[in-house]
T-cell receptor, first 113, second 115 residues
Framework: GQQLNQSPQSMFIQEGEDVSMNCTSS?????WLWYKQDPGEGPVLLIA?????ELTSNGRLTAQFGITRKDSFLNISASIPSDVGIYFC?????????????FGKGTKLSVKP | IAGITQAPTSQILAAGRRMTLRCTQD?????MYWYRQDLGLGLRLIHY???????GKGEVPDGYSVSRANTDDFPLTLASAVPSQTSVYFC??????????????FGEGSRLTVL
């Protein structure tokens, strides 16, 4: 089945640093999404991308839908302590019975004040 | 506050016991999902429902069953719990057409420990 390779698995950074993480797949997707999970809570949608090449920002977050439709990246600028959590990428193809939403295994971000 | 409510928040269960995790949403979303989250494995889909009255199997359905009698409720049942079902379970919903947009709203999770 389809799989997403998300990297890095974990990151330890200093407050104020920029962060970059990415997801790749051997299959193409019609939609790429990025979710964040705070400790002890459910994931929350950060950014959704619907078009190859699309670059979208949400505050300090920027995500791009790769032109090949097989990858996506998420950047966080000037990290702050509340950025701590697990970030998941997800890819989706239309037409499947459940939308065929596939999640990456997550990137755990730790921020040192 | 609109959203998804899961119950219980946490539960310790003896192996072999039956357990139902409850999930209710008040957003009138068509699609609902159950995921389990395990360290190093991310989120894996157990069962889903595109609309009331229909259900389908996800990636890891064995040992679990679901029902969707109405739009709001989507309970997950473990008929005879086993230790490998120790996990954190998340219910989610999506408001789109059955093809859905992938924009999921998640509950707070139910932490289940099977001894």
């Amino acid at each position: 089945g389809q799989q997403l390779n998300q990297s890095p698995q974990s990151m330890f950074i200093q407050e104020g640093e920029d962060v970059s993480m990415n997801c790749t797949s051997s299959s193409i997707f019609n939609t790429w999404l990025w979710y964040k999970q705070d400790p002890g809570e459910g994931p929350v949608l950060l950014i959704a991308l619907y078009k190859a090449g699309e670059l979208t920002s949400n505050g300090r977050l920027t995500a791009q839908f790769g032109i090949t439709r097989k990858d996506s990246f998420l950047n966080i600028s000037a990290s702050i302590p509340s950025d701590v959590g697990i970030y998941f990428c997800a890819g989706q193809n239309y037409g499947g019975s459940q939308g065929n939403l596939i999640f990456g295994k997550g990137t755990k971000l730790s921020v040192k004040p | 506050i609109a959203g998804i409510t899961q119950a219980p928040t946490s539960q310790i269960l003896a192996a072999g016991r039956r357990m139902t995790l409850r999930c209710t949403q008040d957003m009138r979303h068509n699609a609902m999902y159950w995921y389990r989250q395990d360290l190093g494995l991310g989120l894996r889909l157990i069962h889903y429902s595109n609309t009331a009255g229909t259900t389908g199997k996800g990636e890891v359905p064995d040992g679990y069953s679901v029902s969707r009698a109405n739009t709001d409720d989507f309970p997950l049942t473990l008929a005879s719990a086993v230790p490998s079902q120790t996990s954190v379970y998340f219910c989610a919903s999506s408001g789109g057409h059955p093809a859905n947009t992938g924009e999921l709203f998640f509950g707070e999770g139910s932490r289940l420990t099977v001894l």
